[in-house]
């Protein structure tokens, strides 16, 4: 077997392969650079809801229902980079709130379930006391269920029609109550407007 010598260049690098080194360093550090270029110009992206102010849901990737709302009361925002069609996050001091919409819904109590599952699984939450529930002022009917975790609380509601569109809302904030007047789902469902199949 032949020896091999490798002579290294003053930066610790094999002579004649420092741009090697220098391009393998810029394709890590470019994205890296661009990124939080993106996150600054972006800055802290909270916007502000006015009281009143209707908004907009529209089932994705699935065309097909679509939800028109109002939230309850003022001094809301909504975190994050506005680009969700189907899905948009609220708050109002320590009330976090979620509301989101479907498309082609087989069956909203197995939703509800399939919805509920993430929030128990990544915050270790648990879910119980699933029953009807009916909102008169628009109509719209199907199941909600507590959320209890150690110190939080909340609430889920799944609304629409078997085999079509179907809203559903999120209520979490630090408590130990699911049945507490913060976590009432009537305030937000009573300006629902869904529409579709």
């Known amino acids: ?15 004649g392969r420092m741009w090697q080194a220098v391009v393998a360093a810029a394709a890590i550090a470019l994205p890296l650079v661009f990124w939080i270029g993106i996150e600054r110009a972006l800055g802290d992206s909270v916007l502000d809801i006015d009281a009143g102010e209707t908004l907009y849901l529209q089932s994705y990737p699935v065309t097909g229902a679509s939800l028109e709302f109002k939230l309850p009361g003022d001094g809301w925002t909504s975190p994050g980079i506005h680009m969700a069609d189907q ?17 082609h819904v087989e069956n909203l109590e197995k939703l509800l379930a399939r919805r509920a599952d993430p929030i128990i699984a990544e915050r270790g939450y648990a ?4 029953r009807p529930y009916a909102n008169a002022a628009s109509g719209l009917s199907g199941f909600r269920a507590d959320i209890v975790g150690p110190d939080t609380a909340g609430s889920i509601t799944v609304v629409g029609e078997d085999g079509g569109a179907a809203a559903i809302l999120i209520l979490l904030a630090p ?15 009573d300006a629902f407007e869904l529409e579709g199949k």
């Open 175 to 189: 408590g130990d109550d699911p049945n507490s007047a913060t976590f009432d789902p009537d305030p937000f469902i």
């Open 87 to 103: 899905r948009q996050n609220f708050r109002k001091g320590a009330l976090t709130v979620a509301v989101e919409v479907d498309t």
């Open 1 to 15: 077997m032949g020896d091999a010598t490798i002579r290294l260049n003053r930066f610790g690098v094999e002579q």
């Open 127 to 130: 879910y119980n006391n699933e």
